[in-house]
Structures are given as structure tokens and as C-alpha cells.
């Protein structure tokens, strides 16, 4: 029996360990996509993120100045996207391509100027971290400990969920978003300014992707590594269309994946599975879920198509 609870535990620790990333770059992606830009370039604003973030932990040693430092970083590449989407009525899928390679490009660019031709930052010290909650106040290893002395933004994100839903359906800006998202053209009509709320949800999305990547280097991997992210901000977006475009839809989809992590790093610590197929339980699940719920997920009607504003 204290071998069952010890590892739900250990399960329930590498969810919460896993899901806020996923959480919030998912959350990002809602704001983007209800109000009809197709945003696919998380995984270059986690990317950024996370290396902005690690250096930031690096230099301030301060863990929640670097985890705002981290959101900035992948707001200003929402500010691009923005710009070329919005503004110049670009093709949002290639835009948001570009993106991907201009986060990872410039991640890795800036990490070889900086740290000696090395792709990797140091790693950080347990100061520039993160913050954990009730850290000492359980045993080492107890389910108390592996539950609840966790890094308090992995909570924190569930609260932000929560925010996320009451601007959506309980605001006035929200139902803005989500009527721009649908019909731009009749929202132009009766005042409603499109550009000026796409704007605010595609830096939003960015913001908060860059939190999600922040999340990583900042507490899961202790420093930024080119291969960081490795395919995150993808699950992100899957998890969106798999909630269907909607904050409290998205949460139940990160927590199935994080768990399905979770059900990864568990496995891994058994040599009678190979590794290599033990890393493919997330991305496995993330297709299977594609396939039988894509169809279902409604997506807003003027999603991916350009808003010209009439003269």
C-alpha cells in the first residue's frame, strides 16, 4: 500500500511538473486563436522564453523577476507576429512558421554570443529558481512532499485558468474577443475596434507562452538547452483545438498530457521498457487525441483569415 501511494505521489508530482508549461502556452494560444489569428509559433515564443528566462535567473538571481523577463521575451515576438498578421495580412500558418525559427534561431544565437560559444547556459543556482511552497515542511519523499511541495507556480496556473475563463465569458472584453473571432466585419460595424483587441490576445499569447517557457528552464531543467521545449508549444496548440478553443477545455487537455509526461518519467525509471519508446507516450497521445476530437472542435469562423479595416 505505501508503495501504491508513494508513486501516485511521484505521478501526481511529474504532472504538476509537466502541465504548467503545456497550461500556460495553451492559455496564450485561446486568447490568439478566439479572436482569428492563427498563432503556431508558441514553440519559438517558449523557446525564447526559456532562454530569456534562464539568463535573466543568471543575472538577477531573482526567480520571478526572470519568470516576467521570460513572458516579455515571447510577448515582443507576439508583437511581430501581430504586426505581420494584423497589420500587413500576412499568411498566419507561414508567419507563425517564421516565428519557430526566429525564437529558436535567436535562442540560440544569443546563448553562443553570451556564454563562450557554449549552446547550453550554466546551470542556475537554487536561488535564481523558481520558489517551492511548504518547502521542508514535509519529509523528503512522502506523498505530502511529492504533492504539495511543489514550485508554487505550478498552482498558480491553475488560478490563472480560472482568470482566463472569467475574462472569456464574464467580460466585456471578452465577448469582444470572442465576437471578433467570428465576425469582424459585423464587430466594425457597431464600433468595436478588431485590430486593437487582435493585438491585445496575440501579445497576450506571446506573454504567455513565454511564461510557459520561463516554467521550464527556470524549474524543471535548472538551465536553457537547444532542445528545451522539444516540441511543447506544439502539444500546446494541440490541447487547444483538443479543448476546444476554450480556457476550461484547454486545462483538462494540459492535465491529460502532463499526466501522459507523467506517466513518462515514471516508466523511464524502469529499464524494461525502452526509453526511446517510453518518450513517445505524450506525442502518441497528442495524435490519437487529434484525430478522434478534431473534427468536433469548432473553430471560430474567421480564424486564419486576414481583417481588412474599410476606409
Known amino acids: ?71 516579455l521575451a515571447g510577448a515582443v515576438l507576439g508583437i511581430i507576429h501581430a504586426i505581420v498578421c494584423i497589420s500587413f495580412h500576412a499568411d498566419q500558418t507561414i508567419a507563425g512558421t517564421a516565428i519557430n525559427f ?60 480560472f482568470v482566463c475563463w472569467f475574462v472569456f465569458y464574464k467580460t466585456k472584453f471578452g465577448a469582444h474577443l470572442r465576437a471578433v473571432g467570428e465576425h469582424p466585419e459585423a464587430c466594425e460595424s457597431i464600433g468595436i475596434d478588431v485590430y486593437k483587441v ?28 537547444p532542445n528545451v521545449i522539444v516540441g511543447q508549444g506544439f502539444i500546446a496548440i494541440a490541447a487547444v483545438i483538443f479543448g476546444k478553443f476554450t480556457p476550461h477545455g484547454t486545462t483538462w487537455a494540459c ?11 515514471l516508466a523511464s525509471m524502469s529499464n524494461t521498457v525502452s526509453p526511446n519508446l517510453i518518450s513517445m507516450i505524450p506525442y502518441v497521445v497528442t495524435i490519437i487525441a487529434l484525430i478522434l476530437f478534431v473534427g468536433r472542435a469548432n473553430a471560430p469562423a474567421a480564424n486564419g483569415k486576414p481583417f481588412v479595416k474599410a476606409r
Open 198 to 225: 487582435r493585438y491585445t490576445c496575440v501579445i497576450l499569447s506571446g506573454f504567455m507562452a513565454g511564461l510557459g517557457g520561463a516554467f521550464v528552464t527556470l524549474a524543471t531543467i535548472n538551465q536553457f538547452r
Open 1 to 71: 500500500m505505501d508503495v501504491i501511494i508513494t508513486n501516485l505521489g511521484l505521478l501526481i508530482n511529474a504532472t504538476l511538473i509537466a502541465t504548467p508549461p503545456l497550461l500556460f502556452a495553451g492559455l496564450g494560444s485561446c486568447f490568439s486563436e478566439r479572436s482569428g489569428v492563427v498563432n503556431i509559433g508558441i514553440e519559438g515564443m517558449m523557446t525564447i522564453g526559456a532562454f530569456i528566462g534562464a539568463v535573466a535567473g543568471l543575472y538577477t538571481g531573482n526567480g520571478w523577476i526572470a519568470f516576467l523577463c521570460g513572458g
Open 255 to 265: 492535465l491529460l498530457f502532463g499526466l501522459c509526461t507523467g506517466i513518462k518519467t
Open 102 to 161: 526566429l525564437g529558436t534561431g535567436l535562442a540560440l544565437f544569443l546563448c553562443k554570443a553570451l556564454f563562450d560559444n557554449s549552446s547550453d547556459t550554466p546551470a542556475l543556482d537554487p536561488a535564481s529558481k523558481l520558489p517551492k511552497i511548504f518547502e521542508g515542511v514535509f519529509k523528503t519523499g512522502s506523498f505530502g512532499s511529492n504533492v504539495l511541495n511543489v514550485y508554487g507556480v505550478a498552482y498558480l496556473v491553475f488560478v490563472l485558468a
